[in-house]
Nanobody
C-alpha cells in the first residue's frame, strides 16, 4: 500500500520560514518524480515545485527564489523549504509521487501565514 505522509505545516508570521517533509512508503522512491502542490480556499490546486528522480527541479512562478525542493532517496523523503512566506502562501500543501501511469497524493498539511 502506497502512503505519502506530509508534516511540518503550521502557523507562521509573514516573512517567516517553514520546512515541509513528505515520507513515502510502498514505492521505489528513487524512481519517482516528487512534487509539492498547494490549494487555497476557492482556488484550484497549483504546482509549487517538483524534483525528478535525477534531481532536476522546477518551481511555480510565485515561489521562485523563495522555496527550495530537495530529496533524500535513502530516507524516501522529499522536503520543501519555504522562506519569506507571505499570506498568499496560505494553503493546504500536498505531496505527489509520479511515475508513468501512476500518481499518488498525500493527505495534505495546512500552512497558514498570518500575523
Amino acid at each position: 500500500q502506497v502512503q505519502l505522509v506530509e508534516s511540518g505545516g503550521g502557523l507562521v508570521q509573514p516573512g517567516g520560514s517553514l520546512r515541509l517533509s513528505c515520507t513515502a512508503s510502498g514505492i521505489i522512491f528513487n524512481l519517482y518524480n516528487m512534487g509539492w502542490y498547494r490549494q487555497a480556499p476557492g482556488k484550484q490546486r497549483e504546482l509549487v515545485a517538483t524534483i525528478i528522480s535525477g534531481g532536476t527541479t522546477t518551481y511555480g512562478d510565485s515561489v521562485k527564489g523563495r522555496f527550495i525542493i530537495s530529496r533524500i532517496n535513502a530516507k524516501n523523503t522529499v522536503y520543501l523549504q519555504m522562506n519569506s512566506l507571505n499570506p498568499e502562501d496560505t494553503a493546504v500543501y500536498y505531496c505527489n509521487a509520479a511515475y508513468p501511469v501512476r500518481s499518488y497524493w498525500g493527505q495534505g498539511t495546512q500552512v497558514t501565514v498570518s500575523s
